[in-house]
């Protein structure tokens, strides 16, 4: 007989033993199924978790572990993406090539395949730091809507500093404008006030949906920190506005933050042109794939009869609608071309093994990188599994700036030699990778270059260098809680 000696007659040996089995079974099964088609720390970390505690870990995996959008919504961004193809054909072709280094152009040609979207000239590119400033930059374009205002944010909040915004939303909805807005769901949701928000769109004239929203009442379910990150206005397809800030006061709303004198500091990029156009497209796709109203009208590009400026820009979407993580490969793509420098100002940065490499691997053939990341963090595991890379970064050579707290660098950019400057949504992180839908814009010209780096000399300026042997001369149990959120930042 089998294990003899146990009560055979007993419920609880036999609920034991099935006990025993399940777990041996769901071990076997998920080595079989979680490796595929994740990264091979990610799957580990996710092995680990289910070996460690089969039953909590298998219902974790359940929860978060499908990093997909739903079929409809993947088929209509394929759907979408063959459109767009099929509509700038013509204006890619007549769009010459890139007047400087080669390796431009191959991250252009990236970019269209990968994204759709074509690279365009003639652009005009204002980049806006100030937190106010930027806010009320969207209001007064707002104020000149006379067709549509389609906004986009991951959090939005009316409070004193959106107030502005807000009331011109409402007096443009009023006097005929269709304003159509779109903001995240869980996002949002986290910000005190999130419900008189909604009362406040309930009483206007303004056609708003929340994004990816979790109402499991409503048959609305799927992986909860699966969330569209991006942040666009678009106005009457002349005006755009894209970048780091969500529509919330400086502190989020959050005592604890304001006690602290805690604000965030953004970029936002106010442009003009033909990009507008597929910033708008983007929003359309968004906008159809929560409403399923297909807005035709807002797939086609404005026409410009004079370009008002001389940037060449290119949107690049991404995000779990797209299998091939398009924000990562264009940005492992420049790092590598790198001749010269790059900087780099990401608040949550938490690389994959090819993006540490690229960035690592270009220090050490002798270009300059820097990184600019926050002195403190503002959410505790991301923070602390980011300082966990500072020691590789340093050892290659990467000069990293700690901007001071309590402020917090939220901005998200980077500059590439003097010819590529990229701003958006997108961390550098796993997250923004393959988990939350992003919007990047990649900027080309010596100009649009130069002036970013006059930003970035203003965070140099208000940072601190990092050493490597004040780093490695920390507590050991600051390095034991860095490696220990490292591995968390894996399970995705």
């Not at 092995?47 to 978060?64: A, D, E, R, T, Y």
């Not at 006061?249 to 604890?256: C, I, T, V």
């Not at 906008?287 to 399923?292: G, K, N, Y």
């Not at 270009?367 to 503002?378: A, I, K, R, Y």
Request: with cysteine.
């Amino acid at each position: 007989m089998l294990f003899p000696g146990l009560p055979w007659d007993s419920t609880a040996t036999w609920f034991s033993l099935l006990l025993y089995i399940s777990d041996m079974v769901i071990r076997l099964i998920v080595l079989g199924v979680i490796p595929g088609n994740r990264r091979p720390t990610t799957a580990m970390a996710w092995l680990l978790c289910i070996f460690f505690l089969p039953s909590i870990g298998l219902v974790l995996f359940l929860m978060f572990g499908n990093f997909r959008l739903s079929r409809r919504r993947r088929d209509y961004q394929a759907e979408v993406n063959q459109r767009v193809l099929a509509a700038t054909r013509e204006i890619a072709l007549q769009t010459p090539p890139y007047d400087g280094p080669e390796w431009i152009n191959s991250a252009v040609g990236l970019n269209r395949r990968l994204g759709s979207f074509p690279s365009l000239e003639g652009n005009k590119v204002e980049l806006i730091g100030g937190y106010q400033e930027s806010l009320d930059a969207m209001a007064e374009a707002v104020r000149g809507a006379t067709d549509y205002v389609n906004a986009e944010f991951y959090i939005m909040s009316s409070d004193f500093a959106t107030e502005n915004l807000f009331r011109e939303l409402e007096a443009a909805a009023e006097r005929g404008v269709r304003v159509r807005v779109l903001f995240d769901h869980i996002g949002s949701l986290r910000v005190p006030g999130y419900g008189a928000m909604l009362r406040r769109f309930k009483r206007s004239q303004i056609h708003w949906r929340r994004m990816l929203p979790l109402l499991p009442v409503k048959g609305q379910w799927r992986r909860p920190d699966l969330r569209n990150h991006r942040k666009i206005l678009v106005v009457d397809g002349r005006v755009g506005f894209t970048g780091s800030q969500n529509v919330v006061e400086p502190s989020y709303r959050n005592k604890k933050h304001q006690r602290a004198g805690r604000t965030w500091v953004e970029l936002m990029a106010r442009l003009e042109g033909p990009i507008v156009g597929t910033l708008n497209v983007m929003f359309a796709t968004d906008w159809s794939s929560e409403t399923e109203d297909a807005l035709e009208s807002q797939l086609a590009s404005h026409h410009w009869d004079t370009l008002p400026g001389a940037v060449v820009c290119q949107v690049v979407p991404s995000g779990p609608g797209f299998v091939t993580e398009n924000n990562l490969r264009l940005f492992n793509t420049l790092l590598y071309s790198a001749q010269h420098r790059i900087t780099i100002s990401s608040p949550y940065f938490v690389p994959d093994d090819s993006l540490l490499y690229a960035i690592t691997t270009a220090a050490q053939r002798g270009v300059l990188v820097e990184l600019f990341v926050c002195e403190s963090g503002d959410q505790f595991l991301v923070h602390h599994a980011q300082r966990s890379y500072y020691e590789a970064l340093l050892r290659a050579g990467v000069r990293i700036f700690l901007y001071a707290k309590p402020k917090v660098l939220h901005a998200k950019h980077f500059t590439v030699d003097e010819d590529v400057a990229v701003i958006g949504s997108s961390n550098m992180d796993m997250r923004s990778f393959s988990l939350n839908l992003e919007v990047t814009v990649m900027m080309l010209g010596k100009d649009i270059v130069q002036r970013m780096h006059d930003v970035e000399d203003r965070y140099r300026a208000t940072s601190r260098e990092l050493m490597l042997q004040e780093w490695l001369d920390r507590p050991i149990i600051a390095r034991y809680v860095d490696n220990v959120a490292r591995l968390t930042a894996t399970l995705q």
